[in-house]
Every structure is written in C-alpha cells, then in structure tokens.
C-alpha cells in the first residue's frame, strides 16, 4: 500500500505564489511519472505537470512559464511551486504518480486526497 501526503494548499491573492508538495511512502521499489493534476468546480480533472524519473517535464498550456515541477527521488517527494497565480488556477489540486512495488511488475497509479488552492481578491 502506498500513502501520498499533500500539503502546501491555502488561498492566495493573484499574482501570489504557493509551493505544493507531495511525499510518497510504502511499499515503493521506484516511482516513474510523478505529477499534479487539478479539477476546478463543474470541471473534469485535468493534467497541469508531469515529471518522469529521468526528470523530463510536461506542462499544461495553460500554466507554462508560471509552475515548476520538481522531484527528489531520496525522499519519494514532487514539488509544484507555483507563481503569477491567476483565478482560473483555484482548483483542488491532486498528486498522482506511477509507481512499481517490484522491480518485476507492472507499473500501478496512486493519487493523492487533493488539496485546495484558491486564488482570489
């Protein structure tokens, strides 16, 4: 079984700045893509950044040039710092990541609880 342990949510004015993390424990032989995904009310959940093991990043159009994903494989941890935050970013913002429990097995998906990020006057 593996835990995700979300923090750094809260609200914020716009142009603020909040930094999320994501530490993963358990049964854990390695991780692959770490990530976030956010899910606004009334909208599906949608990808904002990726992050593989050999540290190649994929962001979401919408949040290019502000957000910054990061990982630190010594502590099973991602990292979201997120700048110029606009309205449009208030979502409740989940950790995902892929993992494998043995070195010979599939690779298996876990999510966070959410946290949530509000931006706003």
């Known amino acids: 079984q593996v835990q995700l342990v979300e923090s750094g949510g809260g609200s914020v004015q716009p142009g603020g700045s909040l930094r999320l993390s994501c530490a993963a424990s358990?049964?854990?032989?390695?991780?692959?893509?770490m990530g976030w995904y956010r899910q606004a009310p009334g909208k599906e959940r949608e990808l904002v950044a990726t992050?593989?093991?050999?540290?190649?990043?994929n962001y979401a159009d919408s949040v290019w040039g502000r957000f910054t994903l990061s990982r630190d494989d010594a502590k099973n941890t991602v990292y979201l710092q997120m700048n110029s935050l606009k309205p449009e970013d208030t979502a409740v913002y989940y950790c995902?990541?892929?993992?494998?429990?043995?070195?010979?097995?599939?690779?298996?998906?876990?999510w966070g609880q959410g946290t949530l990020v509000t931006v706003s006057l």
């Open positions: 995902h990541l892929n993992f494998r429990r043995r070195w010979y097995e599939n690779g298996l998906d876990a």
């Open positions: 358990g049964s854990i032989f390695s991780i692959d893509t």
């Open positions: 992050i593989t093991k050999g540290g190649s990043t």
